[in-house]
């Protein structure tokens, strides 16, 4: 082939997807940004439920949750029916939830500082487990001390459709496809706004099996 066509294929090649999508003012969705750490972030996740095992939490109006959790750092988000609040301990087992592994924090500073916020320092990473079928309503997240830090949400496994709404529960939704590695980042202006994810379509993952695993980062205190 000349160089005249080569130039003239090189045209045609089709485009690299963008790797970061911006899907509100001070919110992105970064495509594979965790796809590096993989074979790091696997094996710490395995060590963290070894000793916090994935459980399904009662909501405050006696709903057993869809979505199995577990958490790792300073606070895990719990909820009973008592309410929802961020706890020190683990209460299935008493014990402290287990340290936040390096590698999670270092994805999740790497990643709000690929959206626009540095110096991002998560105290607590909640961890969901979506089984085919299961799904989360659409919600805010606002049991943080302050909202000042934002969400850094990180997905594996299955696709997801994820939601992500207005200030009122009854505004329109945005619909985001979530796959293997991507991070969805949130914070600054949209920190309140309403987000949730569709139910998991049945599948198998390469790596992950039937399953979908979220890592939902927040600065709690
Ligand atoms: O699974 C997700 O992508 C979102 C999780 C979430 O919204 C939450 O844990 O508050």
Same mark, same amino acid.
């Given at each position: ?8 294929? &090189? ?26 750490? %993989? ?71 790497? &990643? ?18 979506? !089984? ?12 943080? *001390? ?13 696709? !997801?459709?994820?939601?992500?709404? *207005? ?11 979530? %796959? ?6 949130? *914070? ?34």
């Amino acid at each position: 082939m000349s160089p005249d066509n080569f130039d003239l294929f &090189a045209d045609v090649e089709p485009e690299q997807p963008p790797r970061r999508e911006q899907i509100g003012e001070q919110s992105w969705v970064l495509r594979g940004f965790a796809l590096p750490l %993989l074979d790091q972030l696997l094996p710490a996740l395995e060590a963290v439920l070894a000793a916090a095992p994935f459980r399904q939490m009662v909501t405050p109006g006696g709903f057993t949750m869809s979505v199995a959790l577990s958490s790792c750092g300073t606070l895990g988000w719990t909820t009973d029916r008592s309410g929802y609040r961020y706890t020190r301990h683990d209460p299935q087992t008493g014990q402290p939830w287990p340290a936040m592994p390096a590698v999670f924090f270092e994805l999740a500073q790497a &990643a709000a500082r690929e959206a626009g916020f540095a110096d991002f320092v998560p105290d607590s990473c909640l961890i969901n487990r979506y !089984a085919p079928g299961a799904k989360m309503s659409l919600h805010q997240d606002k049991d943080e *001390g302050s909202f000042g830090a934002p969400i850094v949400s990180v997905s594996l496994g299955l696709p !997801a459709m994820f939601l992500f709404g *207005g200030f009122e529960r009854s505004d329109k939704s945005q619909r985001v496809p979530l %796959l293997h590695g991507d991070i969805v980042v949130w *914070g600054g202006v949209d920190r309140l706004r309403y987000h949730g994810v569709l139910p998991i379509k049945q599948g198998h993952h390469p790596k992950l099996g039937e399953q979908r695993i979220n890592f939902t980062f927040r600065t709690a205190q």
